[in-house]
């Protein structure tokens, strides 16, 4: 129906989102998931602004693939303005069909009536009726009807105000709520004896070396290894002496980590066309070329993945904290031949990833483990190697990049062409399980190269590779290999990251070549008042005008409005390289649109900077041409609590705009920043990520000039 949101039109049924019980309180579902990024609190919000409740009278359902609508991944900041947008909506008009059975029983016209705390009164307050009193008359299981007016921003009592998160009590007071928490009746433990490397195939393995007081099975399929036990120390003990008795058989699959962009540069390749325009190389007097890269990442979440599955007959139940249950669903099926109406996968926070980590792997381990234990749970936990080891890793990037300036010192020609592998290989994308376990199988199905969302999705290797400024001739294409060595999938930003670093870098290079100081030939290029904005907010709370030109701290910007269509982010860092490379400070302005929680949102950006200053500064994937060998914390460091910088943010509160994302505004932007301080500072650019004391040594012994 022209005018719903997206949302809503995908799943109209209005009892798919919501319910009204006898007592007035709302329970709400919702396609998307909670991460850690606070956005069952927003939503909190939008809908106890539409119906004129308490929040406190709204509880928050998980999703779930058999009673709540398919709102796709959480993913690409899309949460706030996707499921925001259809909870307002969906809510307006069950607000309008409570309105209308009030006006029935009160005789009295919709227009005389008024809606507080879940009351609706007449006027004159003589009358009324609640919600709960109503919800027996307010048939609920219809389609939404045509779009209903939501409220004009200046009746919103909640949205643009920092209500308490309703997830973190529980967390802060240690009340069990995540999956490793899960404890279902007659549940079993389960362990995966996972292989040593990619390219690795089970030989042979003497099952009764699975076998210890409390194993309940050993399972074997193909290269599939595990155990279900009673108790987790069983298990762990049990799947010890498996691993010790396995023979593999190895093969050096794996690139050499040295030469990245030469081993994204040998193809085949997909050639991804992002801009053309005008003749890139006329009027350019002065001309700059440079490549940037960065490494694989891992998602390192702090808490391993897990999975709960359980068999009952034909039918599968699944507990995962997939940032997709539907797509989960998918992939089960797929791999497995069932239909999806006999699987049920309900979500369950775990520790929060932004991106595609091992959670949907962890769930397809403990379904493929449940199978041999018909109905009883099996919970199944990976180990800390398993994470850094077999998650989906952020695909490598470099971006070739050539530039000029006219004889006025303005842009006016920009070439780049990016090198990635894909980075979506969600479950069931492409028509695929894209499980790890079912590439193990005896009839496996192997995982496929990794693609990327659509354009219009936002793009992938890709996105934000489109500098944000006016550059009259500009030819930027993307390369995205057709074959990998490494399995990679969406790691938060996707292709933004490295794309944003390279553009922001290659900017700051160009305004060294014109004498320009960094802010003001930036605001030379930029026609859109909303980035200006941004840049100048950030600047004037950081100080920017004042900086102090001490020899061992640098100054340095980044800016970019990720995906081109979403948030507006400017970051003003200021690194110190004395003894050791530190991030001191981070000062960051953002532009969403509407603000519905501002601490959300600041809570988004800080965080989302500190990853960033991780990745930018610290974080490598390790291997050599057989094994990965960044398997703990120690080969795979990531900042430290005493390395955190000091952030500050600035929000530029937009009421009468759209809302947009914020979780993925800031890591492109504070990359780039990054990399410009320690340039501005050492008088080196390091433009190959993470910006390491080794790097800079290498970058002084190659004669990298800022």
């Known amino acids: 129906m022209t005018g719903l949101p997206k949302d809503v039109l995908a799943n109209p049924r209005l009892s798919a989102w919501l319910s009204v019980g006898a007592d007035g ?6 396609g998307k998931v909670e991460l850690g990024q606070g956005i069952l609190t927003a939503l909190v919000q939008i809908a106890a602004d539409e119906l004129d409740v308490d929040p406190a009278a709204i509880t928050m359902l998980a999703a779930h693939t058999g009673l709540g609508p398919d709102e796709g991944p959480t993913a690409g900041s899309m949460s706030v303005a996707d499921a925001g947008a259809a909870v307002r909506q969906v809510c307006a008009q069950v607000r309008r069909l409570f309105l209308d059975a009030a006006s029935a029983a009160l005789e009295v016209d919709p227009a005389d009536l008024r809606v507080d705390d879940g009351r609706i009164s007449t006027v004159d307050g003589a009358r009324s009726l609640t919600y709960g009193e109503l919800a027996a008359a307010v048939d609920l299981d219809r389609d939404a009807g045509p779009p209903v007016e939501t409220k004009p921003y200046d009746q919103l009592r909640l949205t643009g105000t920092s209500l308490p998160r309703i997830d ?25 004896v996972r292989p040593p490397s990619p390219g690795a195939a089970l030989v042979a393995v003497d099952a009764a070396a699975g076998q210890a007081p409390g194993v309940v099975a050993v399972v074997r399929d193909g290269s599939f290894l595990g155990v279900v036990a009673e108790t987790e120390r069983a298990a762990d003990l049990a799947v010890a002496g498996l691993r010790a008795a396995a023979e593999w058989r190895e093969e050096a699959t794996l690139p050499d980590e ?10 085949p390749h997909d050639d991804l066309p992002v801009d053309e325009a005008g003749t890139p190389g006329s009027g350019v007097v002065t001309s700059l070329t440079a490549t940037y890269s960065r490494p694989f990442l891992a998602h390192a979440s702090m808490s391993p993945s897990c999975g709960a599955a359980r068999w009952d007959g034909d039918r599968l139940h699944v507990w995962s904290s997939s940032q997709s249950v539907f797509g989960l669903r998918t992939g089960i099926c797929l791999a497995l031949g069932l239909e999806p109406g006999g699987v049920v996968v309900e979500h369950v926070e775990g520790a929060g990833s932004y991106g595609h980590n091992a959670a949907d792997d962890a769930a397809f381990d403990a379904v493929l483990l449940a199978r041999s234990v018909p109905g009883r749970p099996v919970h199944v936990r990976w180990s800390r190697q398993d994470e850094l080891s077999w998650a989906p890793f952020g695909s490598a990037q470099a971006v070739d990049v050539t530039a000029g300036l006219d004889s006025a010192g303005r842009i006016v020609s920009w070439e780049a062409d990016v090198w990635s592998q894909g980075h979506t290989s969600r479950p069931g994308f492409r028509g695929t399980p894209a499980l790890l376990a079912a590439a193990h199988l005896a009839e496996p199905h192997p995982l496929a190269a990794p693609g990327d969302p659509p354009p219009e999705r936002g793009a992938g290797s890709t996105r934000n590779a489109r ?11 993307g390369h995205r290999l057709r074959e990998v060595a490494l399995r990679s999938s969406s790691l938060r930003t996707l292709g933004a990251h490295a794309n944003v670093f390279a553009i922001e870098s290659m900017v700051d290079e160009l305004a060294q070549a014109a004498g320009a100081d960094p802010l003001e030939f930036r605001l030379a290029h930029l026609d859109d008042e909303r980035g200006r904005a941004v840049l100048l907010a950030a600047a004037e709370r950081a100080g920017w005008s004042g900086r102090a030109s001490d020899g061992d701290v640098g100054w340095g910007l980044g800016y970019a409005r990720y995906k081109d269509k979403g948030a507006w982010c400017a970051v003003v860092a200021e690194v110190e390289t004395g003894t050791e490379l530190r991030v001191r400070r981070l000062t960051l302005a953002v532009d969403v649109g509407r603000v519905v929680s501002p601490d959300g949102v600041r809570n988004q950006i800080e965080g989302g900077a500190v990853q960033s200053a991780s990745w930018t500064m610290a974080e490598r994937v390790r291997f050599d041409h057989t094994r990965i060998t960044s398997t703990d914390w120690e080969s795979y460091p990531i900042l430290r609590f005493r390395q955190a910088p000091r952030v500050d943010v600035v929000l530029l509160d937009r009421p009468e705009e759209p809302s947009l994302g914020a979780g993925e505004a800031a890591q492109g932007p504070t990359a780039g920043a990054l990399g410009n301080a320690v340039a501005a500072a050492l008088g080196i650019r390091v433009r190959d990520l993470p910006i390491t004391a080794e790097r800079v040594v290498s970058a002084i012994q190659s004669g990298d000039s800022p």
């Open 168 to 192: 973190l009590p529980d967390k802060v007071t240690g009340v069990p709520r995540f999956l490793s928490d899960l404890a279902l009746p007659g549940q079993l433990w389960g362990r995966v």
């Open 258 to 267: 040295d030469d990245l962009a030469g081993y994204l540069r040998a193809g």
């Open 25 to 30: 309180t709302v329970a709400l579902r919702i």
């Open 467 to 477: 500098p944000g400024y006016a550059i009259a001739a500009r030819r930027i294409t």
